[in-house]
């Protein structure tokens, strides 16, 4: 394959990164790469940037979130973004979300060779439902395994900062959902739960210091995603 893109990581985020270019090829396997992290840990900014790196290769790349991805997993995600409701119906409606979004999305993108980048996944369900809210580990298992058995992240990286400063960022930026106004309680619930994860599986997790400059977590994801 040829490389078309001028490589320009200093200048230009989107354009594609060296070490990224380097280590992608014509038969290179699908990927399931998943961002998570509390509210306001700055993941998103970040997400276009590699999908743009392995993308200008010519490789397809599906960005995609949760919850959300789907029409359904959309609406869906109006209504846990906004109603109240039981921890254990959040639960069930995430998980509803996300057997659409692997059906109809992740699943048939990994299968015709693609990568896809996915704005959390079961991850989050662990932290917030599990951490945050208090429904057992083992039912939020339990449904991992029913909706999409064998089905984990290749890499997932963790943007990780205090629930403090993750506030402050948001407070001016828009109007918050149900979950951002949750007390630093909840968060740092959220929060140690996420590292708990990374801790009990290093080999998917990456940790990242969202309290680094956006270059330099740049420059690491570049690092990460080119090790692949
Ligand atoms: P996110 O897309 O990160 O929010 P935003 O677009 O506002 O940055 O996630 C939406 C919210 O959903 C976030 O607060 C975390 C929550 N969430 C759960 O509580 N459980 C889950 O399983 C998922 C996927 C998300």
Redesign the pocket.
Known sequence: MQAEVEVDVENDSVAVAPAVAQAMTDGAKPRFITFEGI?GAGK?THIEAVAAWVKARGVEVVVT???GGTPMGESLREL??AEAMHLETETLL?FAARREHVAQVIAPALARGAWVIS????D??FA??GGGRGVPREKIEALADWVHPGLTPDLTLLFDLPREVAAGRMASSREL?R??IELTDFHERVRAEYLRLAQAEPARFRVIDANLAPELISKELEKIISSL
């Open positions: 509210d998103s979130r949760e919850p846990l973004l995430m704005d959390r996944f079961t989050a369900t917030y439902q959902d979950f951002e």
